[in-house]
């Protein structure tokens, strides 16, 4: 079938019926997507470095990821995980756990982001019988109220919902550019401490249920955190039989260069939540543990009737197959590199650029309106978004004032895209 290419308004077709309360990074009106071009209703292409926000990581219309989404549609869609077994659902499960370090084997399928968050905060009150959670200043977790109420990148995702949920405390996440001058080793030390002298006065470690942290902050700024810092909170974790839950909603899946991102500082959490590019667009998520702290949480403790759909689940098996067969791990490391280095010489040349950062193809450029005062400017970027896309490259901003320009290319992207995107975002830059 030929894809549909007329132009047309889609907002106007909305009729003013689409609800005015979401955000939306364009005013434009999409018609189809193939492979890393995403088309609009006037049939132009666009290379698309955003991937509805990391989570078409192999495209769109990936063929195998397609063929498996239509022979699973055909055969069964949905009864829930509660009536029984199918076997997209458990071939799954078995080849999540194996790209998972032990002693994490066990997986509870879920639907979005948000609800592996919300999961995670209640496994972790349950399991240690324990009632706080520590989170960190500017992360970002979701928007249901136990994952809003760990989040905080931006007011706007918590005003007018208080009482929010009740013991969650925020500790400084290190920020090494903007708080520490690029020191890792300072950043490290004095977040660290801070987090120790918090357990000490503001809420005892024996009360602490969880740390939950992103390895990379995503929506707060791109963020990475230093490995000694999460070797750290791995440690100050197992000190207080504290459980450490990475969220690798936005960061994992391969994305950083390594299959998840904690394995960049050789730590084992004890919760992984997962979403985003697992069924490369299609809805499903997971939390993964132990099978012992899935046993201690206890049969019936928590559930979901859509979670671990058979489509979805089919989807993600093309998506494992995918990566594996192209090393794509590998390939988001080698075109990470080389994005990275191609922006690093956008910089040298551009005042305007005060810091490139992140591992793999999860990469931010942060743009300051001077780089001694290091005053984000947020602004510029909403203007460089808007130019790149006029010039035919979707990129995404982030960071609490959105100074931030995050790169999230597909996967699989090929080093000539990465060229391409470099050449159009240095242009948006010359005449933005
Ligand atoms: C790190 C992180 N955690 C959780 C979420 C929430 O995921 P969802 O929007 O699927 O609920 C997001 C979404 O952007 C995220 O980036």
């Not at 492979?35 to 769109?60: E, K, M, P, S, W």
């Not at 939390?287 to 489509?311: L, M």
Request: hydrophobic fraction near 45%; charged fraction near 20%; aromatic fraction near 6%.
């Amino acid at each position: 079938m030929e894809p549909r290419t007329e132009t047309l308004d889609l907002a106007a077709l909305a009729g003013g019926h689409l609800t005015p309360v979401l955000g939306r990074y364009f005013e434009r009106s999409w018609s189809h997507g193939v492979g890393h071009r995403l088309y609009d209703t006037a049939g132009r292409a666009y290379l698309d470095f955003a991937n509805g926000i990391a989570v078409t990581a192999l495209g769109h219309a990936h063929p195998a990821v397609s063929a498996a989404i239509h022979a699973q549609v055909d055969r069964l869609i949905g009864p829930t995980g509660a009536i029984g077994y199918s076997e997209p659902v458990v071939r799954l499960v078995a080849r999540l756990a194996a790209t998972l370090p032990e002693p994490i084997d066990s997986i509870f399928l879920l639907n979005s982001g948000s609800e592996t968050i919300d999961g995670a905060i209640k496994l972790a009150r349950r399991v240690t019988g324990r009632p706080a959670i520590i989170a960190f200043q500017g992360g970002f977790h979701g928007r249901t109220y136990g994952a809003a109420s760990i989040t905080s990148s931006s007011p706007n995702y918590r005003l007018g919902y208080e009482p929010m949920l009740p013991s969650i405390y925020f500790a400084q996440y290190p920020a090494v550019w903007r708080d520490f001058d690029g020191d890792e080793g300072r950043a490290t030390e004095t977040c660290l401490a801070r987090l120790r002298s918090m357990l000490g006065s503001i809420v005892p470690a024996a009360s602490v249920a969880a740390i939950v942290i992103e390895p990379v902050l995503g929506e707060g700024g791109y963020l990475p955190a230093p490995a000694a810092f999460l070797r750290g909170l791995r440690a100050i974790c197992d000190e207080h039989g504290i459980l450490l839950v990475a969220d690798e909603v936005q960061a994992g899946y391969g994305r950083t260069g390594r299959m998840w991102a904690f394995e960049h500082a050789g730590i084992v959490p004890d919760v992984v939540c997962i979403a985003k590019a697992i069924a490369n667009g299609l809805p499903l998520s997971a939390i993964a543990t132990s099978r012992a702290v899935q046993e201690r949480w206890g049969k019936g403790a928590h559930g979901s009737t859509y979670g671990g759909n058979p489509v979805a689940c089919a989807a993600a098996l093309a998506v494992l197959d995918t990566l594996e067969r192209g090393s794509l791990v590998a390939n988001a490391a080698a075109r990470g590199a080389e994005l990275s280095a191609g922006l690093a010489r956008l910089a040298a040349e551009d005042e305007r650029i005060g810091d490139v950062r992140g591992p793999g193809l999860m990469v931010g450029v942060e743009f300051v309106s001077d780089r001694a005062s290091k005053r984000p400017d947020g602004a510029l970027v909403d203007r460089l978004v808007a130019r790149s896309a006029d010039l035919g490259l979707l990129v995404l901003s982030c960071g609490p004032e959105h100074q931030v320009v995050r790169w999230i290319p597909p996967l699989d992207v090929s080093a000539a895209e990465v060229s391409e995107a470099l050449e159009i975002f240095g242009e948006a830059l010359r005449t933005v």
